[in-house]
């Protein structure tokens, strides 16, 4: 029988802390929130104990931030779609970001099992003036297990409405794009890293980030796979690909750490789950 979480996540400022409220149906939780940087920002681990998707499936998750306030959500494990037997799975999260507030929604990686029918989809709608770092991990199939992914379908979405929409549908069964130069040339795991505002980011601003992030690629074993740039004035991507998760997840982590010394003025302090 399929099974549907729903979880809405809510982060107000009170008395100069970000503070969260959350409400659950299913089988996904939130643990307690931590606040390792301090009152401001509130870090969030999201749980979803079956540990994956099976056709029918769905995972809805809802996210508001209120003016000021400032949440950081992870996961402590991948989102693993397994074998559908034909029928679809999804994962959504909408998110609402006002005015003077910041979203950090750095979930570890998704993997297509053979033969899923998945989605992962992620929309954000941000106020004028809120902030955005996000990131989407895709990997195909178990590499390191020996177990290919040579059948099914998975679609990737990530949106912020009226500014950026990217989507990007994998067949297992194409073996010419996941293998072409230009495709996949045969890399497992894709991703992008995303800085998004409600507004367009001052040129400065991204010239400093843009650069400070170059030289970080510069010096990564992924250098010649991957590439930054400001793609719309008020975005700016990081995409890389490699044949494994870890590599990717390191420059990712690396470039993150990055963006919040340059954009936001903040120390890296990485979700505690991320080290365990």
């Not at 949106?159 to 040339?185: C, F, K, M, T, Y």
């Amino acid at each position: 029988m399929p099974w549907r979480a729903d979880l809405k996540l809510d982060y107000t400022l009170e008395s100069q802390r970000t503070v969260a409220r959350y409400e659950h149906q299913g089988p996904l939780r939130v643990l307690k929130s931590l606040y390792p940087e301090g009152n401001a920002i509130c870090h969030n681990v999201l749980v979803h104990p079956p540990g994956g998707l099976v056709g029918g499936d769905t995972l809805d998750i809802q996210i508001s931030v209120s003016s000021g306030a400032h949440g950081l959500v992870s996961t402590p494990g991948a989102t693993r779609f397994y074998k559908s037997g034909g029928h679809p799975a999804l994962q959504q999260v909408t998110a609402h970001v006002a005015d003077h507030a910041r979203l950090e929604w750095l979930p570890l990686e998704a993997i297509a099992y053979n033969d899923c029918e998945a989605t992962n989809r992620a929309v954000f709608h941000l106020a004028p003036s809120a902030e955005l770092i996000t990131w989407d991990v895709t990997a195909l199939g178990l590499p390191s297990s020996d177990q290919a992914f040579t059948q099914g379908h998975f679609q990737q979405h990530l949106e912020i409405p009226g500014v950026w929409l990217e989507r990007g549908n994998v067949q297992g069964s194409d073996i010419r794009w996941l293998n072409s130069p230009l495709g996949l040339a045969g890399h497992k795991c894709f991703a992008s890293l995303v800085f998004a505002s409600g507004a367009y980011i001052a040129p400065e601003r991204v010239e400093r980030s843009l650069d400070a992030s170059r030289l970080i690629i510069e010096a990564s074993p992924l250098k010649l796979q991957a590439g930054i740039t400001c793609a719309h004035p008020q975005v700016m991507v990081l995409r890389v690909m490699s044949p494994l998760v870890e590599p990717t997840m390191d420059l990712l982590k690396q470039v993150w750490a990055c963006w919040r010394h340059t954009l936001w003025q903040l120390p890296s302090e990485p979700p505690r789950i991320w080290s365990v």
